[in-house]
């Protein structure tokens, strides 16, 4: 088992302070329960945080940015790991590779596009991995209202719908996702 989780989140903080704290706190939760990060590799937004977050409270943190981002979303020059590959796909398929697990915060359209792609690669059977989607603050309740209604007009099959699990609490989405408490 890779006791490192994929963290899919912002480069931007959003306009409530309370996101930051977010991030903080999954950051924390996941390097008390003896994990390190893997994320998207940059210093700026939510990204950033969960980054300086892990690194504060001990964790090993793992970035993964393309060299086309590294300059623009300004690649974090103080993880433990710092990947850069020369595309986006290179970029989720190595942070797929290095992770036991992955977790969505809230983001845009680039949070939205790993999260769909990698609940897809589960679906597909190209992985078992489990997957978080964590709805702080309300963030993704008409995400998750137009899955429920894709499986009520039959575009997903209910198996489909429970490739991952929702929460909102840090906590409670690595207690619903299986995540097991390791000593470091």
Not at 47 to 62: K, Q, T, Y
């Amino acid at each position: 088992m890779i006791r490192r989780l994929c963290v899919f989140c912002g480069a931007q903080t959003g306009h409530d302070p309370e996101y930051a704290e977010v991030a903080r706190e999954v950051a924390r939760a996941i390097v008390t329960a003896g994990y390190g990060v893997v994320y998207g590799g940059g210093r700026i937004g939510l990204m950033g945080v969960l980054a300086d977050a892990a690194l504060e409270a001990g964790g090993d943190v793992i970035g993964v940015i393309p060299e086309s981002l590294a300059v623009s979303e300004v690649a974090h020059s103080g993880l433990t790991t710092l990947h850069v590959v020369s595309s986006m796909h290179e970029r989720k398929a190595l942070m797929a590779e290095l992770s036991g697990g992955f977790i969505a915060l809230p983001g845009g359209f680039g949070t939205m596009d790993e999260f769909c792609e990698i609940l897809t690669w589960r679906q597909l059977g190209l992985h078992d991995k489990p997957i978080g989607l964590l709805n702080a603050l309300g963030y993704y309740d008409r995400l998750l209202e137009l899955f429920d209604e894709m499986k009520n007009q039959g575009f997903v099959a209910e198996r489909t719908r429970a490739l991952f699990v929702e929460a909102t609490t840090p906590g409670h989405l690595l207690e619903r996702m299986g995540v097991e408490r390791f000593e470091r």
